[in-house]
């Protein structure tokens, strides 16, 4: 399993009390199931508590995924910034999740190399 986080979604992060690993928690509660919503698009959301706010008044992830060994963190926010994405942003991750899914290994690598993507989790690297 790998799990990875855009650039993007690394700057807001840097904002909030999140951590990788929290991220990491969540993908594995997303392995069992435990998705907040499916938005289509190999795109899903999910909540993930903060400190002293839990998960209800939380942030909320969208996360490009296979739902098997992927998971692309893409688009963050807090319930107090705002409700939810609007249609246009949704359609947007959709083609950025369906072109993240659709890279290979050693384009995976080299994104890590050139930062636009930031490696949380590698099982294989671990277990090598």
């Known amino acids: 399993m790998r799990v990875f986080?855009?650039?993007f979604f690394s700057r807001?992060?840097?904002?909030t009390e999140l951590t990788d690993s929290a991220l990491r928690?969540?993908?594995t509660e997303m392995g069992q199931g435990l998705i907040d919503a499916d938005l289509g698009g190999g795109v899903v959301k999910?909540?993930?508590g903060l400190a002293g706010r839990g998960k209800r008044g939380g942030a909320r992830t969208l996360v490009a995924t296979n739902r098997r060994n992927r998971w692309f963190f893409l688009y963050g926010f807090e319930k107090y910034d705002r409700a939810n994405i609007t249609d246009d942003e949704l359609e947007a991750l959709k083609e950025i999740a369906e072109?993240?899914?659709a890279r290979a290994g050693t384009q995976l690598d080299e994104a890590v190399q050139d930062g636009s993507l930031q490696e949380i989790c590698d099982e294989d690297k671990i277990r090598g």
């Open 5 to 7: 986080k855009t650039r």
């Open 25 to 27: 928690n969540a993908v």
């Open 99 to 101: 072109q993240l899914l």
């Open 46 to 48: 999910k909540r993930i």
């Open 12 to 15: 807001w992060m840097r904002k």
